[in-house]
């Protein structure tokens, strides 16, 4: 069974960094494209980066681009959003997800709150 647990979400100031992990379970990440997500209040659900081992292959909304990375670690079946220069527009629920031809899973969210 496919399972994220997504998780260091929490509140900072304008300009702060956040790292977000997700920890997969029941699945290898290198086997699935891996992305992270946001909605915030409000708004629909919005892609913000996803990662692939095929290729291999990365993707930034243009709106985070520059300022979040994210990253992969196979051994321990982890993805890290690494979130810098945090403006209060970043202020959401963030969720993980995996993606393997048509079938995506989600983990639940962790939320970020950016104060200005």
């Known amino acids: 069974e496919v399972q994220l647990q997504a998780s260091g979400g929490g509140l900072v100031h304008t300009g702060g960094s956040l790292r977000l992990s997700c920890a997969a379970s029941?699945?290898?990440?290198?086997?699935?494209?891996i992305g992270w997500s946001r909605q915030a209040p409000g708004k629909g659900r919005e892609g913000v980066s996803c990662i692939s081992s095929r290729g291999p292959s990365i993707w930034y909304a243009d709106s985070v681009q520059g300022r979040f990375t994210i990253s992969a670690d196979n051994a321990k079946n982890t993805v890290y959003l690494q979130m810098n220069s945090l403006k209060p527009g970043d202020t959401a629920v963030y969720y993980c997800n995996a993606r393997r031809g048509s079938v995506v899973s989600w983990g639940q969210g962790t939320q970020v709150t950016v104060s200005s």
């Open positions: 029941g699945f290898r990440i290198d086997d699935y494209t």
